[in-house]
């Protein structure tokens, strides 16, 4: 029987002040995948995107459709804001981390923020 989790199950993602890459995000072994994240009420305006690791150990940028994988790169991030993510993107890795700003140009944030990520088995 396939494995099945139909809960989805909240993380915390907490990017320390005055740096731009949150801790890690365990997606147990690859079998969950991130679907959202629910903004913190404070946010140092920018975009989002992700790294990514097999081993816990060496991360990379996570690229989507042959671009980096990035939210809300418009405007860049915002305050109190829910986002859904395309699940198929981080199927497989099993861990993640959340970056303020782009791997070219991380943002550093100007207070500890502390993002909810929302996975689902997958």
């Known amino acids: ?27 147990d072994g690859g079998r969950r995948s991130l679907v959202a994240l629910a903004m913190p009420a404070a946010w140092t305006a920018a975009p989002i995107t992700f790294s ?6 060496t991360f990379v940028p996570l690229y989507w459709d042959g671009e980096e994988y990035t939210i809300l790169a418009a405007g860049g991030a915002a305050a109190s804001l829910g986002v859904s993510l395309e699940p198929s993107a981080f199927a497989g890795w099993p861990f993640v981390k959340v970056r303020s700003g782009t791997a070219g140009t ?8 502390t993002i909810q990520a929302v996975t689902r088995a997958v």
């Open 1 to 27: 029987m396939p494995y099945f989790d139909a809960q989805a199950t909240p993380q915390a993602a907490v990017i320390p002040n005055g740096t731009a890459l949150s801790g890690v995000l365990d997606l």
């Open 52 to 57: 990514v690791s097999i081993n816990n150990s």
């Open 106 to 113: 991380p943002v550093n944030q100007a207070a500890e923020r």
